[in-house]
């Protein structure tokens, strides 16, 4: 069993499932890419469910966008000329930035959407007022006046919100009436995603 902690909210407000990702409770969430039968990754490799699912509900905008303005529009910290860059000036201690270069713009299989049946992509408080579109209708010329600038500069430049190194304290004792030596007297730690067979490498 995977267990991971809420990363959105859901409502039927509108009169259909409506999933809401606020920044930065969205990308708390982390699961090891062999629970998610993604191929070619190594044992350890980690992906984060809210940028993974926010790369693939834009997909189609980050092509357009490179297609119109070009790859240096990707470029971290830079927008196309002509464009309000007040609330895109971004510090390296604001966001951590994914050295994993294979995750800069591969949607994986699981966060892949329906391009027959497109869920539609909804925000609120920005500069130009909500809106709503079909991720298919969008053309690549919303920018941060349309969308938060936090999903702009998770889907372009794959950086996150900077987070607490959390790590998971915990002792490792043998099973009440086992015969198995004690390995350690001290508290061990571990990071804030721990898979089983892990403590069991680390036991045998």
């Known amino acids: 069993m995977v267990s991971i902690p809420a990363w959105f909210t859901v409502d039927t407000r509108l009169g259909c499932l409506s999933v809401h990702l606020d920044n930065p409770q969205c990308f708390s969430a982390e699961m090891y890419s062999v629970d998610l039968n993604i191929p ?6 980690k992906v984060n469910l809210a940028r993974e699912t926010l790369k693939g509900l834009l997909v189609h905008w980050l092509i357009e966008r490179r297609q119109k ?7 971290i910290g830079e927008v196309p000329s002509g464009k309000d860059v007040s609330t895109r000036i971004l510090t390296t201690s604001r966001v951590e930035v994914d050295d994993n270069t294979d995750n800069d713009s591969a949607v994986f299989h699981p966060f892949e959407f329906s391009s ?3 869920p539609s992509s909804m925000t609120e408080g920005s500069q130009s007022g909500s809106w709503r579109k079909k991720i298919t209708d969008l ?8 969308m938060p600038w936090w999903v702009i500069d998770c889907v372009m430049n794959n950086r996150l919100p900077l987070r607490e190194n959390t790590k998971c304290s915990f002792y490792l004792n043998p099973c009440e009436g086992s015969t198995v030596q004690i390995l350690t007297q001290g508290k ?11 403590v069991s490498i680390f036991s045998l």
């Open 40 to 45: 070619g990754k190594t044992e350890d490799d």
């Open 69 to 75: 303005f070009g790859s240096q529009s990707a470029i």
């Open 139 to 146: 053309d690549g010329t919303e920018d941060e006046k349309d």
């Open 116 to 118: 027959a049946s497109p």
């Open 188 to 198: 061990l730690s571990a990071p804030r995603i721990l898979r089983i067979h892990k």
